[in-house]
């Protein structure tokens, strides 16, 4: 998918950005609470980024706890976008948990005849 939307992105020549999140001390909610309990966090952080995304956003699990996400429009967006995300996931505690807290961290593939459209 990434190869697509990058290829949308170029032809396009509108700007893509990646969004990568992780959950903080994921590993801890495992040790502590076990795989099931950190099972649920990891369902449960999908359920929030859902309920925040648009329909043109592609949300990925990239690894143990971390996921990425490709987001069109403006750096500014996906940085919004991030921290969304961000607020959302510390705001809302999961049971038996309590709060869970994410880092993020934002790129964008930027063409640069697109600057010059703007």
């Known amino acids: 998918r990434l190869d697509i939307e990058v290829e949308r992105s170029r032809q396009h020549r509108l700007p893509l950005s990646l969004v990568l999140l992780d959950l903080d001390h994921f590993k801890s909610i495992n040790d502590r609470l076990g795989h099931a309990v950190g099972d649920q966090v990891l369902v449960g952080t999908a359920e929030r980024m859902r309920a925040v995304l648009r329909r043109s956003d592609v949300a990925a699990r ?3 706890e971390e996921f990425a996400l490709l987001v069109s429009g403006t750096l500014a967006e ?3 976008m991030a921290e ?3 607020r959302r996931v510390a705001e809302t505690p ?3 948990v309590g709060t869970v807290t994410l880092s993020a961290g934002v ?3 930027l063409w640069e005849d ?3 459209a703007w």
């Open 62 to 64: 990239w690894g143990g």
């Open 78 to 80: 996906a940085v919004e």
């Open 94 to 96: 999961f049971e038996g």
């Open 107 to 109: 790129a964008q593939f």
């Open 114 to 116: 697109a600057v010059a």
């Open 84 to 86: 969304l995300l961000r």
